[in-house]
């Protein structure tokens, strides 16, 4: 079966006369994981601003998905482990609003956590620094107190 992104690249030669509003979704998804994992998460909020079309496609579920599990690839060697241990560390992430500012962070439930950088891994099994705050800063002092005991 020949996809849409398998007919574009054959159309590649006429690239020069295109924009990048004639590109397929499914070849900007993968730009968009390509340059995610380059940069990290803040390519998502990055490209999430250009425009309608690129939020759309770089804050849907199923590409942050994929992304994330591309990033996992790239810091665990999963193969490794047994299939009962690839199951929890192979855990999504959930967005959540910071309980303090109310931007936007990832809430992991267990599994690997980091910034989405390819080969940044930022532990596994941590617990999450602060429930309910997207960072250091947000989370108040007694948060921290309890935590350091
Ligand atoms: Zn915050």
């Known amino acids: 079966m020949v996809s849409l992104c398998d007919t574009y690249w054959h159309e590649i030669g006429e690239l020069s006369t295109r924009t990048l509003e004639d590109l397929p979704d499914c070849l900007l998804e993968t730009i968009f994981s390509k340059v995610v994992l380059c940069e990290g998460d803040k390519a998502i909020v990055n490209l999430a601003v250009v425009c309608k079309r690129f939020s759309a496609i770089v804050l849907d579920e199923d590409f942050l998905k994929k ?74 002092p007694d948060l921290d107190d309890t935590q350091d005991v």
């Open 67 to 140: 992304v994330h599990y591309e990033w996992l690839d790239s810091v665990v060697n999963l193969k490794s482990f047994s299939t009962e241990y690839q199951k929890e560390l192979k855990k999504m992430y959930t967005i959540r609003l910071c309980n303090a500012c109310g931007q936007p962070y990832k809430a992991f439930s267990g599994g690997c956590i980091g910034h989405g950088k390819k080969g940044e891994l930022l532990g596994i099994y941590d617990e999450p620094p602060h429930p309910g705050y997207c960072s250091h800063s947000c989370a108040p």
